[in-house]
Structures are given as C-alpha cells and as structure tokens.
T-cell receptor, first 114, second 109 residues
C-alpha cells in the first residue's frame, strides 16, 4: 500500500460539535504531518509526529488536538471550531523526520464549519 | 531567511506550446527542492525532486545555484497538465517544507 488515506472526505460541523479526522498510512513511515490548506493557497503546517511523539506544534489553537495512536494512524480531534477554520485538512507522511525524503499527501478532508 | 517565490499566480498557454513555471528561492545552505502538483479534486502529489534529476510526465527542472532558481519546464504542454503547481524547499530543520504561493497553469486547447 503506497498511499495515505484520509476519512471522511467531507465534514460539516457546527461550532459546538466535536469531530475527528483520521489519517492512515501503511508505508512504514515514521513521520506524519497535519496541514491546513485554504483555497488556492499552499499548505500550512500544523503538527508533526515523529515515532508517534508530537515533535512540532506550529502554534495551533487548542481547539485542534492531534493524536497518534500507533505508527500507522494519525487523528485530529476538533472541538469548538470557528467558521474561519473551514479548509482542506491534509495529512502527509515521510520515511523519517530528519532527512526523511519526500512527503506523501492524503486526499484531504474538506471541512466546513457553520 | 528561507523563502520560495513563484512570481506567476496564473500562467495560460496553448496546447503544444512550451511551458516554464518559475521558482526562485532564498536559502543560505544546500537546498533540497521539490515541485508538487495538485490536479483538480486530486491530492497534492510530488512531481519532481531536484536530487533525482528525473523527467516526470515530460517535466524537468534544473537547480541553478547561481541564479537560485528551480524552474519547471515542459517542451510541449498538454491539456491534462492544467493544475496548481507548488515549488517547495526543505529548510534547515530538515522537516519543514517552505512553500511557494503556487502557480495555476491553464492549458488552452
């Protein structure tokens, strides 16, 4: 399996809801990433996990909470989001963090916050 | 400061014409440069890495350290090349990709 998968494809939530985004890879990669992408803009890095430990948090608001249950899975828990959080959320993975080569991206979850 | 500049937001060329998407970078060390492509309703995917020196889908890119450029070229554009193209630089931290703003390429029939 050489792909990063993400579920759901689309998500609509209210500002008081709690939801989760899921990401999975079976390439044996040990670094996983969450990005946020607004329309026609490049991805913005949110979080980086290395060997299932959170390595980087790019000053993301606490209403976004990442979790890495094992080396293949990455979750992003969402709570009390704002309409401006509506975006495409991308997961990516790479072989490792340092000198880890190419990042491979999932198809994304398109999130709409009402 | 590390920076990637893609000067064209939009590039429109006719099918069969040559294409060049510009990318300039600012980086004090030895850069690792990438081109990613995002087709409509598809995932962001790697097109080229400068260290691999491959030609993918007819595209090539050469790293010019003197001009600090990594322009993407294709001699004969095809309609299926229409997409958003991002140039990216791997920064000092070894994990973070520094992204250009992207160029939307439209190939006219």
């Amino acid at each position: 399996d050489t792909e990063v998968t993400q579920t759901p494809k689309h998500l609509v939530m209210g500002m008081t809801n709690k939801k989760s985004l899921k990401c999975e890879q079976h390439m044996g990669h040990r670094a996983m990433y969450w990005y946020k992408q607004k329309a026609k803009k490049p991805p913005e890095l949110m979080f980086v996990y290395s060997y299932e430990k959170l390595s980087i948090n790019e000053s993301v608001p606490s209403r976004f909470s990442p979790e890495c249950p094992n080396s293949s899975l990455l979750n992003l828990h969402l709570h009390a989001l704002q309409p401006e959080d509506s975006a495409l959320y991308l997961c990516a993975s790479s072989r490792a963090l340092a000198g880890g080569g190419t990042q491979y991206f999932g198809p994304g979850t398109r999130l709409t916050v009402l | 400061a590390q920076r990637v500049t893609q000067p064209e937001k939009l590039l429109s060329v006719f099918k069969g014409a040559p294409v060049e998407l510009k990318c300039n970078y600012s980086y004090s060390g030895s850069p690792e440069l990438f081109w990613y492509v995002q087709y409509s309703r598809q995932r962001l995917q790697l097109l080229l890495r400068h260290i691999s020196r491959e030609s993918i889908k007819g595209f090539t890119a050469d790293l010019n350290k003197g001009e600090t450029s990594f322009h993407l070229k294709k001699p004969f554009a095809q309609e299926e090349d229409s997409a958003m193209y991002y140039c990216a630089l791997r920064g000092d931290s070894n994990y973070q990709l520094i992204w250009g703003a992207g160029t939307k390429l439209i190939i006219k029939p």
